[in-house]
């Protein structure tokens, strides 16, 4: 199993730029997560899905949309990119509801200048 | 905002040695989870507690909880080079977002030879 796969690995944007993260697992995974991790800050929830159809905001949504149209794919949209979304993107995915370990992938350097 | 607090930020010790690294946080959890970071990499899962639980055992790994206290310690025995690493607790309560984490800003685990 591949586990978790995010592309791309690295993007440069500029401001008013959009782009899409995208997000693979093949665990068959009900739930999914994307989190953005910034210096000193720890990772922070930014959206996540509970299952495929479905999704839902969380700690710092502004400026981010989601989509999960497949179970094993969760997309991260920026619309309007600005400098404060500059970060390393996380993704990660968990089996079900109980108290069980997420697991993430790789991660996503964004900048934007 | 941020739930739980890591303390020290930074821990600095020679092979052989054990680390222990603490975690504080603020509200009920259902449980708590302890994952590592290799720089440039995405996090690993090392270890959940649930809140009934008081200690828990990993291989060189060592978890307590302490709910009364609202604080966590992990500490990893006969540390290795390969265990330098950023180390971050996560706080869990479950909702209709499954196992919702929220993450502290981590400890710096460095091991030198």
């Known amino acids: 199993n591949a586990g978790v796969t995010q592309t791309p690995k690295f993007r440069v944007l500029k401001t008013g730029q959009s782009m899409t993260l995208l997000c693979a697992q093949d665990?068959?995974?009900?739930?999914m997560y994307w989190y953005r991790q910034d210096p000193g800050m720890g990772l922070r929830l930014i959206h996540y899905?509970?299952?495929?159809?479905?999704?839902a905001k969380g700690e710092v949504p502004d400026g981010y949309n989601v989509s999960r149209l497949k179970k094993q794919n969760f997309l991260l949209g920026l619309e309007s990119a600005a400098p404060s979304q500059t970060s390393v993107y996380f993704c990660?995915?968990?089996?079900?509801?109980?108290?069980?370990?997420?697991?993430f992938g790789p991660g996503t350097r964004l900048t934007v200048t | 905002s941020q739930q739980g607090e890591e303390d020290p930020q930074a821990l600095s010790i020679q092979e052989g040695e054990n680390a222990t690294m603490n975690c504080s946080y603020k509200?009920?959890?259902?449980?708590l989870q302890w994952y590592r970071q290799n720089s440039g990499r995405g996090l690993v899962h090392l270890i959940l507690i649930r809140s009934n639980e008081r200690e828990k055992h990993s291989g060189r790994l060592r978890v307590t909880l302490d709910t009364s206290k609202k604080s966590s310690s992990l500490l990893i025995t006969a540390s290795r080079a390969a265990d330098t690493a950023s180390y971050f607790c996560?706080?869990?309560?479950?909702?209709?977002?499954?196992?919702?984490?929220?993450f502290g800003t981590g400890t710096q685990l460095k091991v030198e030879l």
């Open positions: 509200t009920s959890i259902n449980n």
């Open positions: 990660a995915s968990m089996l079900g509801r109980e108290p069980y370990e997420q697991y």
């Open positions: 665990m068959n995974h009900e739930y």
């Open positions: 899905s509970v299952g495929e159809g479905t999704t």
């Open positions: 996560a706080t869990a309560w479950l909702t209709g977002g499954g196992n919702k984490l929220t």
